[in-house]
């Protein structure tokens, strides 16, 4: 095949819709998010959702977007794409979407009632995605600054997102900084033969 060819199989594909290596097919929903079926359905109580995923052993993630992010939707096609990201996910965390810019009514974990956008500004969130870890052990804290474990502010590739999750989840981010949690990582899957796909 030659290269005019290989362009023009390559045009009919994608015009065909045909997926590109690790990416799903998902389309925004009416608000002009894109939604997870493993996303929690939850009534905003941010108190009583961590408490719900820490009698399940499990942490909380709060994750904001916003219409028309390109960074979200990359997120949602490529990183949610991945089972050993979704599954790990789902077995570790329990996930809220928030709106950076949405008026429902959200309480905060010390009981303050606010809309989505107020509660961004509150939590200092200032990109999307941002990702809002807080581990199974915070449930009862009434201080999210306090509570919160680690975050993602902006899109991370895959590698760094799980490992992002498994930091937190295994209970690092007590004892190390990220970018340590990291190289011990890569000093591991190296003295395994592993080169991590980090692009």
């Given at each position: 095949?030659?290269?005019?060819?290989?362009?023009?199989?390559?045009?009919?594909?994608?015009?065909?819709?045909?997926?590109?290596?690790?990416?799903?097919?998902?389309?925004?929903?009416?608000d002009?998010l894109y939604?997870?079926?493993?996303?929690l359905d939850?009534?905003?109580?941010?108190?009583?959702?961590?408490?719900?995923?820490?009698?399940?052993?499990?942490?909380?993630?709060?994750?904001?977007?916003?219409r028309g992010?390109?960074?979200?939707?990359?997120?949602?096609?490529v990183?949610f794409a991945?089972?050993e990201i979704?599954?790990?996910?789902?077995?570790?965390?329990?996930?809220?979407q928030?709106?950076?810019?949405?008026?429902?009514?959200?309480?905060d974990?010390?009981?303050?009632e606010?809309?989505?956008r107020?509660?961004?500004?509150?939590?200092?969130?200032?990109?999307?995605?941002?990702?809002?870890?807080?581990?199974?052990?915070?449930?009862?804290?009434?201080?999210?600054?306090?509570?919160?474990?680690?975050?993602?502010?902006?899109?991370?590739?895959?590698?760094?997102?799980?490992?992002?999750?498994?930091y937190?989840?295994?209970?690092?981010w007590r004892?190390?900084?990220?970018?340590?949690?990291?190289?011990d990582?890569?000093?591991?899957?190296?003295?395994q033969?592993v080169?991590?796909?980090v692009?």
């Amino acid at each position: 095949m030659d290269r005019r060819q290989l362009v023009t199989w390559g045009a009919v594909l994608l015009a065909s819709g045909w997926p590109l290596r690790g990416r799903a097919q998902i389309e925004p929903s009416d608000d002009g998010l894109y939604k997870q079926p493993f996303f929690l359905d939850s009534f905003l109580e941010l108190g009583d959702d961590l408490q719900q995923a820490a009698s399940e052993g499990k942490g909380l993630v709060v994750l904001f977007e916003q219409r028309g992010c390109p960074y979200c939707r990359e997120m949602h096609l490529v990183n949610f794409a991945r089972p050993e990201i979704t599954d790990y996910l789902q077995a570790h965390f329990q996930v809220v979407q928030l709106d950076l810019w949405g008026s429902r009514a959200v309480l905060d974990l010390d009981g303050e009632e606010l809309e989505e956008r107020d509660l961004a500004r509150k939590w200092y969130v200032n990109f999307t995605p941002t990702q809002v870890i807080f581990p199974a052990d915070a449930a009862g804290s009434a201080d999210a600054r306090t509570a919160e474990a680690f975050r993602l502010p902006g899109y991370f590739k895959p590698f760094h997102h799980l490992s992002a999750l498994e930091y937190v989840a295994e209970g690092a981010w007590r004892d190390q900084p990220f970018q340590r949690y990291l190289q011990d990582k890569f000093a591991e899957l190296q003295a395994q033969g592993v080169d991590p796909d980090v692009w």
